[in-house]
Protein backbone atom coordinates (compact mmCIF):
# COMPACT_ATOMS: atom_id res chain seq x y z
CA UNK A 1 0.00 0.00 0.00
CA UNK A 2 1.02 3.28 -0.51
CA UNK A 3 0.33 5.96 2.21
CA UNK A 4 2.72 8.55 1.42
CA UNK A 5 -0.26 11.29 1.00
CA UNK A 6 -1.48 10.33 4.67
CA UNK A 7 -0.85 12.16 7.80
CA UNK A 8 -1.76 9.48 10.88
CA UNK A 9 -1.98 10.28 14.41
CA UNK A 10 -1.60 7.33 16.89
CA UNK A 11 -3.32 8.29 20.07
CA UNK A 12 -1.24 6.29 22.54
CA UNK A 13 1.21 5.34 19.86
CA UNK A 14 4.35 4.93 22.13
CA UNK A 15 4.08 1.85 23.76
CA UNK A 16 1.83 -1.50 22.62
CA UNK A 17 -0.98 -1.76 20.27
CA UNK A 18 -0.62 2.07 19.57
CA UNK A 19 3.27 1.93 18.52
CA UNK A 20 2.85 -1.21 16.41
CA UNK A 21 -0.05 0.97 14.71
CA UNK A 22 2.73 3.81 13.99
CA UNK A 23 5.33 1.44 12.88
CA UNK A 24 2.26 -0.27 10.48
CA UNK A 25 1.68 3.09 8.93
CA UNK A 26 5.32 4.43 8.61
CA UNK A 27 6.17 1.27 6.80
CA UNK A 28 3.58 1.85 4.33
CA UNK A 29 4.88 5.15 4.02
CA UNK A 30 2.55 7.36 5.78
CA UNK A 31 3.96 10.87 7.70
CA UNK A 32 2.94 9.70 11.77
CA UNK A 33 2.10 11.21 14.35
CA UNK A 34 3.15 9.68 18.24
CA UNK A 35 1.08 11.20 21.31
CA UNK A 36 1.87 10.43 24.25
CA UNK A 37 0.88 11.61 27.87
CA UNK A 38 3.42 10.12 30.22
CA UNK A 39 5.68 8.18 28.15
CA UNK A 40 8.42 10.62 26.80
CA UNK A 41 11.38 8.26 26.59
CA UNK A 42 9.36 5.69 24.18
CA UNK A 43 8.01 8.04 21.99
CA UNK A 44 10.70 9.58 21.21
CA UNK A 45 12.52 6.35 20.81
CA UNK A 46 10.26 5.12 18.21
CA UNK A 47 9.84 8.59 16.04
CA UNK A 48 13.34 8.55 15.74
CA UNK A 49 13.54 4.92 14.59
CA UNK A 50 11.23 6.09 12.18
CA UNK A 51 13.06 9.04 10.99
CA UNK A 52 12.18 12.26 9.45
CA UNK A 53 8.74 10.86 8.62
CA UNK A 54 7.48 10.74 12.26
CA UNK A 55 6.91 13.30 15.17
CA UNK A 56 6.21 12.61 19.04
CA UNK A 57 3.33 15.31 20.86
CA UNK A 58 2.79 15.15 23.80
CA UNK A 59 -1.56 15.63 25.00
CA UNK A 60 -3.67 14.11 27.46
CA UNK A 61 -6.59 13.34 24.90
CA UNK A 62 -9.28 14.06 27.91
CA UNK A 63 -8.05 17.69 28.08
CA UNK A 64 -9.85 18.99 24.97
CA UNK A 65 -7.67 22.13 24.53
CA UNK A 66 -4.25 20.50 25.00
CA UNK A 67 -6.22 17.86 21.93
CA UNK A 68 -6.44 21.51 19.73
CA UNK A 69 -3.14 22.39 20.31
CA UNK A 70 -1.65 18.84 19.55
CA UNK A 71 -3.63 18.91 15.94
CA UNK A 72 -2.05 22.06 15.63
CA UNK A 73 1.38 21.23 15.99
CA UNK A 74 1.01 17.65 13.99
CA UNK A 75 -0.57 20.11 10.82
CA UNK A 76 1.78 22.77 10.95
CA UNK A 77 4.68 19.98 11.29
CA UNK A 78 4.09 18.30 8.27
CA UNK A 79 1.63 21.43 6.13
CA UNK A 80 -1.18 19.16 5.57
CA UNK A 81 -3.98 18.44 7.64
CA UNK A 82 -4.09 14.89 9.64
CA UNK A 83 -5.88 12.52 7.03
CA UNK A 84 -6.51 9.46 9.39
CA UNK A 85 -6.67 8.74 12.83
CA UNK A 86 -5.94 5.82 15.16
CA UNK A 87 -8.15 6.25 18.81
CA UNK A 88 -5.92 4.01 20.91
CA UNK A 89 -5.02 5.81 23.98
CA UNK A 90 -6.10 3.82 27.41
CA UNK A 91 -4.86 3.73 30.82
CA UNK A 92 -6.17 -0.27 32.14
CA UNK A 93 -4.71 -3.37 33.30
CA UNK A 94 -5.81 -6.80 32.05
CA UNK A 95 -5.62 -8.54 35.17
CA UNK A 96 -8.62 -11.05 35.72
CA UNK A 97 -8.15 -11.84 39.26
CA UNK A 98 -7.33 -8.08 40.62
CA UNK A 99 -10.12 -6.62 38.39
CA UNK A 100 -13.38 -5.14 40.41
CA UNK A 101 -15.96 -7.31 41.26
CA UNK A 102 -20.14 -6.49 40.24
CA UNK A 103 -20.48 -6.26 44.04
CA UNK A 104 -17.71 -3.46 44.83
CA UNK A 105 -17.01 -1.34 41.55
CA UNK A 106 -17.24 2.10 41.68
CA UNK A 107 -18.76 4.70 39.38
CA UNK A 108 -14.94 6.20 39.44
CA UNK A 109 -14.01 3.15 37.97
CA UNK A 110 -16.00 3.58 34.83
CA UNK A 111 -15.73 7.38 34.77
CA UNK A 112 -11.75 6.91 34.27
CA UNK A 113 -12.24 4.91 31.63
CA UNK A 114 -15.46 6.65 29.92
CA UNK A 115 -13.14 9.79 30.35
CA UNK A 116 -10.12 8.58 28.40
CA UNK A 117 -11.58 5.82 25.83
CA UNK A 118 -15.09 7.66 24.94
CA UNK A 119 -14.33 11.69 25.68
CA UNK A 120 -10.63 11.31 24.93
CA UNK A 121 -11.63 9.75 21.23
CA UNK A 122 -14.28 12.47 20.81
CA UNK A 123 -12.30 15.45 21.21
CA UNK A 124 -9.71 14.10 18.78
CA UNK A 125 -12.32 13.61 16.20
CA UNK A 126 -13.52 16.96 16.45
CA UNK A 127 -9.55 18.72 16.32
CA UNK A 128 -9.07 16.69 13.50
CA UNK A 129 -12.56 17.04 11.45
CA UNK A 130 -12.22 20.43 10.40
CA UNK A 131 -8.98 19.44 8.54
CA UNK A 132 -10.57 16.04 6.87
CA UNK A 133 -13.54 18.00 5.73
CA UNK A 134 -11.11 20.32 3.79
CA UNK A 135 -10.08 17.56 2.35
CA UNK A 136 -12.76 15.67 1.23
CA UNK A 137 -11.21 12.50 2.78
CA UNK A 138 -10.77 11.20 6.37
CA UNK A 139 -10.19 8.10 7.86
CA UNK A 140 -10.78 7.44 11.91
CA UNK A 141 -10.33 3.72 13.93
CA UNK A 142 -11.41 3.31 16.88
CA UNK A 143 -9.72 0.32 18.86
CA UNK A 144 -12.59 -2.15 20.73
CA UNK A 145 -12.85 -5.09 22.08
CA UNK A 146 -13.93 -8.15 21.41
CA UNK A 147 -15.28 -8.88 25.35
CA UNK A 148 -18.50 -6.21 24.01
CA UNK A 149 -19.85 -9.22 22.11
CA UNK A 150 -17.85 -12.05 24.31
CA UNK A 151 -17.50 -10.97 28.11
CA UNK A 152 -15.21 -13.89 29.33
CA UNK A 153 -13.79 -11.83 32.08
CA UNK A 154 -15.64 -9.05 33.40
CA UNK A 155 -13.45 -6.00 32.68
CA UNK A 156 -17.20 -3.95 33.58
CA UNK A 157 -16.16 -0.26 33.02
CA UNK A 158 -13.57 -1.09 30.32
CA UNK A 159 -16.07 -3.24 28.25
CA UNK A 160 -18.64 -0.46 28.95
CA UNK A 161 -16.87 2.11 27.56
CA UNK A 162 -15.56 0.46 24.73
CA UNK A 163 -19.25 -0.14 23.81
CA UNK A 164 -19.92 3.35 24.33
CA UNK A 165 -17.13 3.63 21.68
CA UNK A 166 -18.64 1.30 19.25
CA UNK A 167 -21.92 3.55 19.47
CA UNK A 168 -19.96 6.64 19.03
CA UNK A 169 -18.34 5.05 15.72
CA UNK A 170 -21.38 4.22 14.17
CA UNK A 171 -23.27 7.88 15.17
CA UNK A 172 -20.20 9.76 13.75
CA UNK A 173 -19.91 7.82 10.30
CA UNK A 174 -23.64 8.62 10.04
CA UNK A 175 -22.72 12.72 10.58
CA UNK A 176 -19.42 12.79 8.52
CA UNK A 177 -19.87 10.13 5.81
CA UNK A 178 -21.41 13.41 3.29
CA UNK A 179 -17.71 14.80 3.82
CA UNK A 180 -15.40 11.86 2.65
CA UNK A 181 -14.89 10.71 6.18
CA UNK A 182 -15.20 7.13 7.28
CA UNK A 183 -15.31 6.10 10.69
CA UNK A 184 -14.90 2.73 11.42
CA UNK A 185 -13.60 0.59 14.94
CA UNK A 186 -10.64 -2.47 15.13
CA UNK A 187 -11.69 -4.52 18.15
CA UNK A 188 -9.00 -7.54 19.40
CA UNK A 189 -8.83 -9.39 22.12
CA UNK A 190 -6.32 -10.08 25.05
CA UNK A 191 -3.28 -9.48 22.51
CA UNK A 192 0.20 -11.21 23.79
CA UNK A 193 1.82 -9.18 24.84
CA UNK A 194 1.30 -5.49 25.82
CA UNK A 195 1.62 -3.41 28.67
CA UNK A 196 -1.58 -3.96 29.18
CA UNK A 197 -1.74 -7.60 29.09
CA UNK A 198 1.56 -8.59 30.64
CA UNK A 199 0.12 -8.91 34.43
CA UNK A 200 -2.00 -11.32 32.21
CA UNK A 201 -0.63 -15.43 33.17
CA UNK A 202 0.13 -17.36 30.88
CA UNK A 203 -2.61 -20.13 31.50
CA UNK A 204 -5.01 -17.57 30.63
CA UNK A 205 -2.98 -16.73 27.31
CA UNK A 206 -2.83 -20.64 26.47
CA UNK A 207 -6.74 -21.19 27.02
CA UNK A 208 -7.76 -18.52 24.76
CA UNK A 209 -5.21 -19.70 22.07
CA UNK A 210 -7.13 -23.24 22.40
CA UNK A 211 -10.12 -22.08 21.85
CA UNK A 212 -9.64 -19.81 18.54
CA UNK A 213 -9.77 -21.63 15.31
CA UNK A 214 -6.17 -20.54 14.43
CA UNK A 215 -4.85 -22.12 17.98
CA UNK A 216 -2.99 -18.91 18.54
CA UNK A 217 -3.18 -15.60 20.52
CA UNK A 218 -3.17 -12.47 18.30
CA UNK A 219 -0.33 -10.08 18.52
CA UNK A 220 -0.09 -6.31 18.70
CA UNK A 221 1.33 -6.92 15.29
CA UNK A 222 -1.00 -8.59 13.68
CA UNK A 223 -4.04 -6.82 15.23
CA UNK A 224 -1.96 -3.32 14.36
CA UNK A 225 -2.23 -4.67 10.24
CA UNK A 226 -5.93 -4.78 10.34
CA UNK A 227 -6.20 -0.94 10.67
CA UNK A 228 -4.23 -0.40 7.40
CA UNK A 229 -7.41 -1.91 5.50
CA UNK A 230 -9.94 0.46 6.81
CA UNK A 231 -7.46 3.47 5.66
CA UNK A 232 -6.69 2.09 1.89
CA UNK A 233 -8.22 2.85 -0.81
CA UNK A 234 -9.59 -0.73 -0.59
CA UNK A 235 -12.47 0.26 2.47
CA UNK A 236 -13.44 3.57 0.64
CA UNK A 237 -16.72 2.14 0.77
CA UNK A 238 -17.10 1.01 4.59
CA UNK A 239 -17.95 2.73 7.02
CA UNK A 240 -19.72 2.22 10.56
CA UNK A 241 -18.59 -0.97 10.80
CA UNK A 242 -16.52 -3.51 13.53
CA UNK A 243 -14.19 -5.57 12.58
CA UNK A 244 -13.09 -8.35 15.08
CA UNK A 245 -9.38 -9.13 15.26
CA UNK A 246 -8.85 -11.96 17.50
CA UNK A 247 -7.77 -15.32 15.32
CA UNK A 248 -11.68 -16.58 15.14
CA UNK A 249 -12.56 -16.61 18.63
CA UNK A 250 -15.84 -14.31 18.59
CA UNK A 251 -17.57 -15.17 15.21
CA UNK A 252 -20.78 -13.28 15.40
Known sequence: MDFSGQVVLVTGGARGVGAEAVRAFAREGARVAINWRGS???????AQEIGERAIDVQADVTDRDAVA??????EQHFGAPVTTVVNN??????????RSQMETIGWDEFAAQFSTVVQGALNVIQAVTPGMK???????????????????VPYHDYTAAKAALMS????????LGPHGITVNMVSGGLLRTTDASAATPD??????AG???????????????????????????????????DGGLVRD
Do not use: C, H
Open 40 to 46: AEAARAL
Open 69 to 74: AMVARI
Open 89 to 98: ALDYSFNGDA
Open 134 to 152: SKGFGRIINVGTNLVQNPV
Open 168 to 175: LTRTAAGD
Open 203 to 208: AVFDLI
Open 211 to 245: MTPLRSVTTPQEFADAMLFFASPWARAVTGQNLVV
